[in-house]
């Protein structure tokens, strides 16, 4: 058996239609979320990915797009952990899991790195916080066994193009996880339809399980 664990970065309107993927073919995923970016009931915080304006989902949205999903924090405004004070940080981080908590009604352990970026100052904090787990940027051939869970590393970027030869090595460890924004995907109908088809394969294997991304240090 390969476990199989997935997560989405920023909270953004293609979220809409990959849950919907996820749902089709039963697969789980956890979605990191930045509620300071967003607004109550309107899509704000648009930015452009080479020459597509994204989207950010208003607070209202989220519920119902994420319904079914595990959902973490991402911190309040998505800064980089070097970049303001070790409390500053803390405090986005924390604050947006009382958010998801609130909102969500689920507890929310997991955490994702803005931008990947770690300082050891702020792994202490996030662990001595309450946080099971942070997921870095960095691809690890191997995920397991997991040396430091506030620095939990993936396999792969879903638009890797050997994503196929990254999931056959990852398989001796039992455990695969790949991260991505659903945003990269545009509104490209090439690729939405080669990413319906991974996850529709993944889901087809007869030995992987789907796994939410706490699952994997747990």
């Known amino acids: 058996m390969i476990r199989v664990a997935q997560c989405w970065d920023d909270g953004v309107l293609n979220d809409a239609r990959l849950a919907d993927i996820f749902r089709k073919y039963q697969a789980k995923a956890t979605f990191n ?6 607004e109550p009931n309107t899509r704000t915080n648009k930015w452009k990915y080479q020459d ?18 595990k959902v973490a924090s991402h911190t309040m405004r998505h800064p980089n952990a070097d970049k303001i004070p070790v409390a500053d940080f803390v405090r986005e981080a924390v604050d947006a899991r009382k958010y998801i908590e609130d909102h969500f009604q689920q507890e929310a352990p997991g955490f994702a790195w803005p931008c990947g970026v770690t300082t050891d100052d702020t792994v202490k904090a996030l662990s001595d916080c309450g946080f099971a787990y942070g997921r870095t940027t960095k691809n690890v051939e191997s995920v397991l066994p997991v040396a430091e869970p506030l620095r939990l590393h993936s396999n792969c970027h879903f638009l890797n193009p050997n994503f196929w030869d990254i999931f056959a090595k990852a398989r001796p460890s039992g455990v695969f996880y790949f991260w991505g924004h659903s945003y990269e995907l545009k509104n490209d109908e090439a690729k939405w339809a080669d990413f319906e088809a991974k996850i529709a394969r993944l889901s087809a294997e007869p030995d992987v399980q789907w796994i939410d991304v706490i699952d994997i240090v747990r």
């Open 33 to 38: 979320i930045n509620p300071g970016l967003r």
């Open 52 to 69: 597509f304006e994204v989207q950010g989902l208003s607070l209202a949205e989220m519920p119902s797009v994420y319904k079914g999903f």
